[in-house]
């Protein structure tokens, strides 16, 4: 039972996977920023940050965000993309290529690498953010057993 649980947890970190297509910012989706300036997904990941992106609904993230910049000293920093306010999807681009649900997020490394998938918002998700991110910067190594 145990060895599942540790699946289910570890399925969905790209990182531990062989280097493939989808660890990529696959959704290079055209939305609208604050200012209603056209702008890509990839432009929303800073170079010395990661960028958290999520849909209406996923505002949740925020505070297991700040929580892990705060561990970390790591800005990680936050889009809400299709709400009523912030980063828009006029046409759909990025509901469309996000891989997961609207509540759900996509945790993209300052290399604009994926490190992580949340399908959906749900209290684990968030209680985990925190250490994948710190897994990411390596200050923690991979659980004994895991595939690296």
Same mark, same amino acid.
């Given at each position: 039972? /145990?060895?599942?649980?540790?699946?289910?947890?570890?399925? +969905?970190?790209?990182?531990?996977?062989?280097?493939?297509?989808?660890?990529? @910012?696959?959704?290079?989706?055209?939305? *609208?920023?604050?200012?209603? !300036?056209?702008?890509?997904?990839?432009?929303?990941?800073? +170079?010395? #940050?990661?960028?958290?992106?999520?849909?209406?609904?996923?505002?949740?993230?925020? /505070?297991?965000?700040?929580?892990?910049?705060?561990?970390?000293? @790591?800005?990680?920093? %936050? *889009?809400?993309?299709?709400?009523?306010?912030? @980063?828009?999807?006029?046409?759909?681009?990025?509901?469309?290529?996000?891989? %997961?649900?609207?509540?759900? #997020? @996509?945790?993209?490394?300052? +290399?604009?690498? !994926?490190?992580?998938?949340?399908?959906?918002?749900?209290?684990?998700?968030?209680?985990?953010?925190?250490?994948?991110?710190?897994?990411?910067?390596?200050? *923690?190594?991979?659980?004994?057993?895991?595939?690296?």
């Amino acid at each position: 039972m /145990q060895r599942e649980d540790s699946r289910d947890l570890d399925r +969905d970190r790209v990182p531990r996977r062989a280097a493939c297509a989808s660890s990529i @910012v696959r959704p290079l989706a055209l939305a *609208h920023g604050h200012d209603g !300036v056209p702008v890509f997904s990839l432009d929303l990941v800073g +170079d010395l #940050c990661f960028a958290l992106l999520t849909g209406a609904g996923g505002e949740g993230w925020t /505070q297991p965000a700040a929580e892990a910049s705060a561990r970390t000293g @790591v800005p990680v920093r %936050v *889009h809400v993309i299709g709400g009523r306010e912030g @980063v828009t999807d006029p046409y759909g681009e990025w509901a469309a290529l996000r891989e %997961v649900e609207t509540t759900g #997020c @996509v945790l993209v490394r300052p +290399d604009r690498q !994926v490190a992580w998938r949340s399908p959906r918002y749900t209290m684990d998700g968030a209680r985990q953010l925190p250490a994948v991110i710190e897994q990411a910067l390596g200050l *923690h190594p991979a659980a004994a057993g895991s595939p690296s």
